[in-house]
């Protein structure tokens, strides 16, 4: 609305003041040529100083300088207009937190001769005079988005908070999903740009601040389902200017993920994990492979006692409680979970063949095997996912 009225006020405003530029430059002959100008400099040039009369010195002044002449008189006639306008610009970011920006596209349009017939012409009164208005809008415009970011970044999660799209990120897609609205039709975009990176590095850190924040779900869920919706919201947005973020957005989306499989893909087989954890550690402490075996606590008999924990009803069971785990992390609004599960698996069956590798070089010939095969292991994966 603000934007309308202002743009009302500029198309009324234009006209007058030309008209009232053109009659003044007419009446009073400030819109001298060059070869006026110049047979007038001759004629000053051969006056002594003392002889300068009164009317003499009132055509230095109006013929030799005609715009400042132009600009006195008019100054003096709108002298309102300019605490006017500054003062509806106030109103208007008090109106609406966003109102700012609907008037500096209106404004900025208007200077810099982008919007027709309702554009100041260049080097006129009003020109000048709105270029002025423009820097406070462009004031209160970095003002607005200072305080909007500080608002993101000091935005705090409920501590009942299970996951889902934060209020930050819906806060921020509002934002950017308005500001595209008002500047659909206009040709410079400049503080908009600067704008919506401030506002990106601002829900960016955010998130990022979830590490320290005391959830109900895993902080690496949430932090990977939040840069997703962002990723997919900046895909479907295509703004040139955030298209960095967008690609930081996936990165961070990625990274989070693998943190997260990282931590639960060892839970089904968290004994057997930790055994071969061992083994890994005493290899790196130099212990020939043909001589872990002989390790009190990395024996032959102790794997097979730590196997038979895992028979595969009891792995399929064990796989069975995380997919619930996942599920219950995720939210239903991005969909996750079909990526998040399969991720899951190709890293279970790269712990599989880790495990499997640390068999065959440190308990070759010992006759000692994992109790379910690869392709067990891709079946239990099948059914829990056709099952869901």
């Keep these: 609305i603000s934007q309308q009225v202002l743009e009302q006020v500029l198309s009324e405003l234009q006209p007058l003041c030309t008209s009232e530029q053109k009659f003044l430059q007419e009446f009073f002959w400030l819109s001298c040529d060059s070869v006026e100008l110049q047979a007038l400099e001759v004629r000053v040039s051969t006056v002594v100083p003392s002889q300068l009369t009164p009317d003499l010195f009132h055509d230095l002044v109006w013929f030799l300088r005609p715009e400042e002449a132009t600009t006195q008189l008019l100054s003096e006639i709108f002298s309102?207009?300019?605490p006017?306008?500054?003062?509806?610009?106030?109103v208007c970011s008090k109106v609406h937190p966003l109102g700012c920006l609907q008037v500096l596209v209106a404004l900025s349009d208007s200077v810099f001769g982008t919007r027709g017939p309702c554009s100041a012409p260049p080097s006129s009164f009003l020109h000048a005079l709105l270029g002025n208005v423009l820097?406070?809008?462009k004031s209160n415009f970095n003002k607005c988005i200072g305080t909007l970011c500080k608002e993101i970044e000091e935005?705090?999660?409920a501590s009942r908070t299970r996951g889902g799209i934060l209020p930050c990120v819906t806060r921020f897609q509002e934002l950017v999903a308005l500001s595209e609205e008002v500047f659909q039709t206009s040709q410079r975009r400049g503080e908009?740009?600067?704008?919506?990176?401030r506002l990106a590095s601002s829900v960016f850190s955010s998130i990022s601040s979830l590490s320290s924040a005391n959830l109900k779900v895993n902080t690496d869920m949430v932090m990977m389902e939040n840069f997703h919706h962002i990723h997919n919201f900046l895909?479907?947005?295509?703004?040139?200017?955030?298209?960095?973020?967008?690609?930081?957005?996936?990165q961070r989306s990625r990274e989070h993920m693998e943190?997260?499989?990282t931590t639960y893909v060892g839970q089904p087989l968290e004994r057997l994990k930790h055994f071969f954890e061992g083994v890994k550690a005493r290899l790196a402490q130099g212990v020939k492979e043909e001589e872990v075996s002989f390790q009190l606590a990395y024996s032959k008999q102790e794997l097979r006692k730590v196997i038979e924990k895992y028979p595969g009803k009891e792995v399929k069971r064990a796989l069975e409680t995380l997919y619930r785990t996942i599920q219950k992390h995720l939210s239903p609004e991005e969909n996750l979970l079909p990526v998040v599960w399969q991720a899951m698996e190709q890293g279970f069956i790269q712990q599989y063949r880790e495990f499997e590798e640390l068999i065959r070089r440190c308990y070759a010939g010992a006759g000692v095997a994992l109790d379910f095969t690869m392709e067990d292991l891709l079946s239990y994966f099948n059914s829990i996912t056709t099952s869901n």
């Design 135 to 137: 820097l406070l809008a």
């Design 155 to 157: 935005a705090k999660p």
């Design 259 to 261: 943190k997260y499989i």
């Design 192 to 197: 908009l740009d600067k704008a919506q990176l």
């Design 235 to 250: 895909c479907q947005r295509n703004i040139p200017c955030l298209e960095g973020k967008k690609r930081e957005a996936k």
């Design 80 to 82: 309102c207009l300019e």
């Design 84 to 90: 006017e306008l500054r003062a509806f610009l106030d």
